[in-house]
């Protein structure tokens, strides 16, 4: 599995576990990663529009809905 796929899946579980997403901290050490190393998998996950990121916010890392095809 890549990274950007860990980090999906982490996300996912995270917010399907605690109702809402993680910070990156908390994704680094879910993966076992530093925080730095998220960068480019995180923007490439926003450029495919698997996440969307809030500007200013604490918890920034939004998941976007899927319709069903």
Known sequence: ???????????????????????RAEIARGIGVTDGSLSEPLRLLEKISAIKRVPGKQRNIRLVERSAA
């Open 1 to 23: 599995m890549s990274r950007p796929q860990r980090i999906l899946a982490f996300i996912i579980a995270y917010q399907e576990r605690y109702g809402y997403t993680p910070m």
